[in-house]
């Protein structure tokens, strides 16, 4: 069964390139590359104030939304840097939405 895409690509207009930060290192105890993108995604600027477990204020100030999967070589987004509309801003948060068969239906990163 062929699942419909909830971000569609005519309504991603924004360019954006992002810096992915992998987990983990190589075997000389080097961190492993980070992962490049450069495309066009559907932003949406945002302020919210989130309380986290250290009781630390966070403020959102946007999400990028992303049909498919931006990044398959990576099975979760942990952290990296953004640049849109020309400035660059710290990933918070990343989430890969997924169909109940496990594929990739968007892909949304939160932006600092």
Request: hydrophobic letters at 35%.
């Amino acid at each position: 069964m062929k699942w419909p895409c909830l971000i569609q690509k005519a309504f991603c207009k924004t360019e954006i390139k992002l810096e992915l930060e992998q987990e983990g290192i190589n075997k000389y105890g080097e961190p492993l590359k980070t992962f490049q993108y450069e495309g066009q995604c559907n932003y949406q600027d945002k302020a919210k104030r989130i309380l986290t477990e250290q009781k630390k204020i966070i403020e959102i100030t946007g999400v990028a939304l992303f049909p498919g999967d931006i990044c398959p070589s990576l099975p979760v987004i942990s952290g990296g840097s953004a640049i849109v509309h020309g400035v660059k801003r710290r990933i918070a948060k990343g989430t890969k939405a997924r169909n109940p068969d496990g594929t990739v239906n968007y892909t949304e990163v939160m932006l600092q």
